[in-house]
């Protein structure tokens, strides 16, 4: 891989993950350039294809041309011509003898011989395929058919540069953390595109394997890299990776210094606490974030998103406030068609006041209760991340609700989705997918899905160590017990002062 090309990919990566605190991206790999060929087959030959017909026709040429003073008769080319449509008839023969199950290639078969026997009989009496005259076929350059030729060509180099761009935003990162698979489908660069993203914590990481599946693949340099997770349905699969074993050793390699890292840290934390009583504070995670808010003025209705309880380290997210808007057009459609209606009817009918002060109560009545419906519904579908779990609530405007939880201990594998619309709008789900029966915790249209993804792996990473820690302590507690036991049993001797 060119250094120009694994700073592109390193700058991309930095762009599309929220790094955690303290965390950094250490390698990226994405797919091997074989790749992004075979996606340019299409796109490139329509780019030459219609190009080359746009500057032929542009600089003079013409199709099937007849009376342009050319001898009739047999020439090389229509003896050429002959040689294939002979070499045609005995591929057909061939077919013909094999059966029926050949009758498809042979209908294609004959319809070519059928073509190039006309081609043949048109060169024969003096006609042109291809003739170029500038004199002739003066004015095309810019005829409609040239410029929808050209716009073809556009189109076609537009479909290159896109994707280029598609093939270069796939990556496999690296950090010192976790290991995330990126994978984009974009239509026009950072406004529409469809991101998905997935990934897996070093401390779940049970095996990483990389393969070359084929001769073609091993000696060009690319292959499959699975990372496979401890957690069920966790995995990560990059088909077609560049340099797949360097990428395998690099993450094995943080895996190993991950481990023995933390294994140090906890054995140097149980002797500080429990031998020298030297108790150290327990960090709790940090729950600042960048939030979505509107005009103070309308904090009372749309409340700042995520709400962060600091004394908790709790965080409460919304769907985006778009879908607050999006519930009340009905009620506003209601009252406007409802309030143009009366005055249309008092216009006409000359009702009462009384009747007419009546209609109108009724219309803002429904206005008031529909809103506060669609407000209340807003407002009562929460995700809520603490140090401890995840809650997904929803509840039903002053009535039933459904509430699920699950530990951050339970957590399998975190990842963001965006559809094209919803990227350039700043919303997206996050799916959290657990150990349990119970399927997959959704934040549904949250924004900034990818801040809130970062968050819940900082707060998951935090919680899982301080799980190991509590681990570890059950484990010197029994052999703190057993030594006492011992003691007590005059099994070994009590250390003298």
Same mark, same amino acid.
Request: proline letters at 4%.
């Given at each position: 891989?060119?250094?120009?090309?694994?700073?592109?990919?390193?700058?991309?990566?930095?762009?599309?993950?929220?790094?955690?605190?303290?965390?950094?991206?250490?390698?990226?790999?994405?797919?091997?350039?074989?790749?992004? =060929?075979?996606? %340019?087959?299409? &796109?490139?030959?329509?780019?030459?294809?219609?190009?080359?017909?746009?500057? /032929?026709?542009?600089?003079?040429? !013409?199709?099937?041309?007849? +009376?342009? !003073?050319?001898?009739?008769?047999?020439?090389?080319?229509?003896?050429?011509?002959?040689?294939?449509?002979?070499?045609?008839?005995?591929?057909?023969?061939?077919?013909?003898?094999?059966?029926?199950?050949?009758?498809?290639?042979?209908?294609?078969?004959?319809?070519?011989?059928?073509?190039?026997?006309?081609?043949?009989?048109?060169?024969?009496?003096?006609?042109?395929?291809?003739?170029?005259?500038?004199?002739?076929?003066? +004015?095309?350059?810019?005829?409609?058919?040239?410029?929808?030729?050209? *716009?073809?060509?556009?189109?076609?180099?537009?479909?290159?540069?896109?994707?280029?761009?598609?093939?270069?935003?796939?990556?496999?990162?690296?950090?010192?953390?976790?290991?995330?698979?990126?994978?984009?489908?974009?239509?026009? &660069?950072?406004?529409?595109?469809?991101?998905?993203?997935?990934?897996?914590?070093?401390?779940?990481?049970?095996?990483? *394997?990389?393969?070359?599946?084929?001769?073609?693949?091993?000696?060009? +340099?690319?292959?499959? @890299? $699975?990372?496979?997770?401890?957690? =069920?349905?966790?995995?990560?699969?990059?088909?077609?990776?560049?340099?797949?074993?360097?990428?395998?050793?690099?993450?094995?390699?943080?895996?190993?210094?991950?481990?023995?890292?933390?294994?140090?840290?906890? /054995?140097?934390?149980? @002797?500080?606490?429990?031998?020298?009583?030297?108790?150290?504070?327990?960090?709790? &995670?940090?729950?600042?974030?960048?939030?979505?808010?509107?005009?103070?003025?309308?904090?009372?209705?749309?409340?700042?998103? &995520?709400?962060?309880?600091?004394?908790?380290?709790?965080?409460?997210?919304?769907?985006?406030?778009?879908?607050?808007?999006?519930?009340?057009? !009905?009620?506003?459609?209601?009252?406007?068609?409802?309030?143009?209606?009366?005055?249309?009817?008092?216009?006409?009918?000359?009702?009462?006041?009384?009747?007419?002060?009546?209609?109108?109560?009724?219309?803002?009545?429904?206005?008031?209760?529909?809103?506060?419906?669609?407000?209340?519904? /807003?407002?009562?579908?929460? /995700?809520?991340?603490?140090?401890?779990?995840?809650?997904?609530?929803?509840?039903?405007?002053? *009535?039933?609700?459904?509430?699920?939880?699950?530990?951050? +201990?339970?957590?399998?594998?975190?990842?963001?989705?965006?559809?094209?619309?919803?990227?350039?709008?700043?919303?997206?789900?996050?799916?959290?997918?657990?150990?349990?029966?119970?399927?997959?915790?959704?934040?549904?249209?949250?924004?900034?899905?990818?801040?809130? @993804?970062?968050?819940?792996?900082?707060?998951?990473?935090?919680?899982?160590?301080?799980?190991?820690? $509590?681990?570890?302590?059950?484990?010197?507690?029994?052999?703190?017990?057993?030594?006492?036991?011992? %003691?007590?049993?005059?099994?070994?001797?009590?250390?003298?002062?």
């Amino acid at each position: 891989m060119s250094n120009w090309l694994r700073f592109q990919l390193e700058l991309d990566a930095a762009s599309v993950i929220d790094l955690d605190t303290n965390e950094q991206i250490l390698h990226v790999t994405g797919r091997h350039i074989i790749v992004l =060929i075979g996606r %340019l087959v299409l &796109p490139l030959f329509s780019l030459f294809t219609f190009g080359l017909l746009a500057l /032929y026709r542009g600089t003079g040429g !013409g199709f099937v041309v007849t +009376g342009v !003073g050319v001898q009739p008769g047999f020439d090389l080319i229509n003896w050429l011509w002959m040689v294939f449509i002979v070499t045609l008839s005995l591929i057909w023969i061939a077919l013909w003898v094999r059966g029926a199950q050949t009758r498809q290639a042979r209908i294609i078969l004959s319809m070519i011989i059928a073509t190039s026997v006309l081609l043949i009989y048109f060169r024969s009496i003096g006609g042109r395929i291809f003739y170029h005259d500038p004199q002739m076929f003066a +004015g095309q350059a810019l005829d409609w058919i040239n410029l929808i030729l050209l *716009g073809l060509t556009l189109l076609s180099g537009i479909s290159v540069l896109f994707t280029s761009y598609d093939w270069l935003n796939d990556e496999l990162i690296l950090t010192n953390q976790r290991v995330i698979y990126d994978n984009d489908q974009v239509i026009i &660069p950072l406004l529409l595109e469809r991101r998905q993203q997935q990934q897996i914590f070093l401390e779940d990481v049970q095996d990483v *394997g990389a393969s070359t599946e084929t001769y073609a693949k091993h000696l060009l +340099g690319y292959g499959t @890299v $699975r990372v496979k997770s401890a957690r =069920i349905n966790g995995d990560i699969v990059f088909e077609s990776a560049s340099e797949p074993m360097l990428m395998q050793q690099k993450i094995m390699g943080q895996v190993r210094a991950l481990r023995k890292a933390m294994s140090d840290d906890n /054995y140097v934390r149980l @002797v500080a606490d429990h031998i020298y009583g030297q108790k150290m504070a327990n960090q709790r &995670p940090s729950p600042m974030m960048r939030k979505t808010t509107v005009w103070r003025w309308l904090n009372w209705l749309i409340p700042n998103n &995520p709400e962060i309880d600091e004394q908790s380290s709790m965080l409460t997210w919304r769907p985006h406030w778009l879908f607050l808007l999006q519930g009340l057009i !009905g009620p506003f459609v209601w009252l406007g068609l409802g309030l143009l209606t009366l005055l249309i009817g008092a216009n006409l009918l000359l009702p009462s006041p009384l009747f007419l002060g009546g209609a109108t109560f009724v219309v803002l009545l429904v206005f008031v209760l529909w809103a506060a419906w669609q407000w209340e519904d /807003y407002r009562n579908d929460l /995700y809520i991340l603490t140090p401890e779990k995840i809650i997904d609530i929803e509840k039903k405007p002053f *009535g039933p609700e459904d509430r699920r939880e699950a530990g951050l +201990g339970a957590v399998n594998n975190i990842s963001s989705q965006t559809t094209y619309i919803s990227n350039l709008l700043g919303y997206g789900d996050v799916v959290v997918t657990t150990a349990g029966g119970g399927g997959a915790f959704t934040f549904c249209r949250v924004p900034r899905p990818r801040d809130v @993804v970062a968050k819940i792996t900082e707060y998951n990473v935090r919680f899982k160590r301080a799980d190991k820690n $509590r681990s570890l302590n059950d484990m010197l507690g029994l052999l703190r017990h057993y030594h006492d036991a011992q %003691l007590e049993r005059e099994e070994i001797n009590r250390p003298t002062l």
